[in-house]
């Protein structure tokens, strides 16, 4: 099939007249469908009821420590808990902090940290009126929307196969009001790229001019993957360690999409300083996390191959929703020429590119038939996407039959929009 910029005039018109009538056809239907955020699916929780159930017949309330979990105590987490958190990041349990139910929370908190209090003997960030981050971009809104909630000026970094792109950062990194980056390196949020063994190391590898730089390393889907054969990633701690440079990377993540949504428990990982600075802030700001939610994952999930068979299911009800979104817009728009979008082996997005200056109108054409994606736009910083021509595509809470009717909804779009676009450059 040729591409649609090669059409005549009168294939385009046919063209755009067959998708027309089919779009009329879903709006006349009047449903309503969501792919807007990515959320478990009910039958993924229903994977973790037995958590809700537990009780102290089967857990007892005392940690491996033989500490009363119903008690204040352990500010850094029941021992069991942060050995597991301990074996899914890749480091040692003593720089483990378990904590409560979500490491987005725990991420504000960082930052919060590095403005009001500074790191590293520095100069808290509040005090710098030029402070910057760089923004890896299409990414996780909530990132961006911490940077600029704390005054950080985002600076747009493009994700290119590998990972960000490393150029423009080890450039970026040489003024010292640059002051960190959030990233998500495996199955990152939207693309669904793990960032290849050379982009971590140039990252452990950095000598940024900011002594306080700090590398968010937001680990939330890094058990996340849908096919047997998952990405590997490179374990951060252990390159930075090469270099002297472990301070740089603080790591997070929670069991959110492992066991429940907001009510598992969340972790960070840290290098030995970092872990003394934040354990001065946490000191002050909770007497103790959630032992009992500890307690009940650690007695479910004893190490990471149990956490893995977890993951498993996960994965068989995750699968056939990503296979069903990637099979329309393979058949649909594959040989068209206006839409990329990738094939991720894990995490909870489908990243797609529409025609440049063509996103928003074709979130709107979406949202007409009864179709709500991820605002567009959402996926850089302040809302803006340059190009207007990113949208992010989330399979895990509808049905498949759902999302084979939202899919095919996203392509009569991405083709009208298409048209439209042709016809006004000709
Ligand atoms: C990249 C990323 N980080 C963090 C979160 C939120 O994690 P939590 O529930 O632990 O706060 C999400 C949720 O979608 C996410 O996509």
């Known amino acids: 099939m040729k591409h649609l910029i090669d059409f005549t005039a009168e294939q385009l018109a046919s063209f755009e007249a067959d ?36 009780t102290a017949d089967d857990t007892g309330f005392i940690a491996s420590d033989g500490s009363d979990c119903r008690n204040y105590g352990l500010l850094y987490g029941i ?31 960082y930052i919060a940290q590095c403005c009001y209090s500074g790191v590293s003997g520095c100069e808290p960030w509040i005090y710098n009126k030029n402070k910057k981050f760089i923004a890896i971009v299409p990414g996780y809104d909530r990132h961006f929307a911490i940077a ?22 080890e450039e970026l990194i040489k003024d010292p009001d640059v002051k960190g980056m959030f990233c998500v390196p495996k ?25 306080d730089f700090r590398v968010i390393w937001d680990a939330a ?32 993540t929670s069991t959110s999409k492992i066991t429940f949504a907001g009510a598992g428990v969340s972790a ?8 003394e600075e ?24 004893k190490t990471l191959d149990d956490v893995k068979a977890q993951m498993k299911k996960h994965a068989e009800i995750m699968r056939p929703k990503f296979m069903t ?33 063509s996103a928003k109108y074709v979130g709107e054409l979406c949202k007409n038939a009864g179709l709500t994606l991820t605002g567009v736009g959402a996926t850089y910083p302040y809302g803006i996407d340059p190009e207007d021509k990113n949208i992010r595509l989330a399979p895990s809470c509808p049905s498949v039959e759902e999302l084979k009717a939202a899919s095919e909804i996203i392509c009569l779009a991405v083709k009208l929009a298409a048209c439209k676009a042709i016809r006004e450059s000709k």
Request: proline share 4%.
């Open 187 to 211: 199955y990152s949020n939207p693309d669904g790229i793990t960032y290849s063994d050379e982009t971590v190391r140039r990252l452990a590898k950095m000598k940024p001019a900011a002594k």
């Open 325 to 357: 979104v990637l099979s329309v817009l393979n058949e649909e728009l594959g040989e068209l020429g206006i839409a990329k979008w990738n094939e991720p082996k894990g995490g909870y997005f489908i990243s797609l590119d529409v025609e440049t200056g």
């Open 19 to 54: 998708a027309q009538k089919k779009y009329d056809e879903f709006v006349s239907k009047g449903i309503t469908l969501n792919m807007a955020r990515g959320k478990p699916a009910p039958e993924q929780l229903d994977l973790s009821d037995k958590l809700f159930s537990l």
């Open 79 to 109: 021992p069991e808990c942060r050995k597991l958190f301990g074996e899914i990041l890749g480091v040692d349990p003593k720089n483990i902090i378990a904590c409560g139910s979500s490491s987005l929370n725990l991420m504000f908190d």
């Open 278 to 301: 934040i354990s001065r802030r946490l000191t002050l700001q909770i007497i103790s996390y959630d032992k009992i939610n500890q307690l009940k994952h650690s007695f479910i999930y």
């Open 268 to 275: 960070i990982a840290v290098s030995d300083r970092n872990f």
């Open 221 to 252: 889907y890094i058990v996340h993957d849908l096919y047997e054969e998952g990405d590997e990633l490179l374990n951060i701690f252990d390159e930075a360690c090469k270099y002297g440079n472990e301070d740089n990377f603080v790591a997070f």
């Open 148 to 169: 600029e909630y704390f005054g950080l000026q985002m600076i747009n970094v493009p994700m290119v196969a590998e990972g960000p792109d490393m150029d423009m950062i």
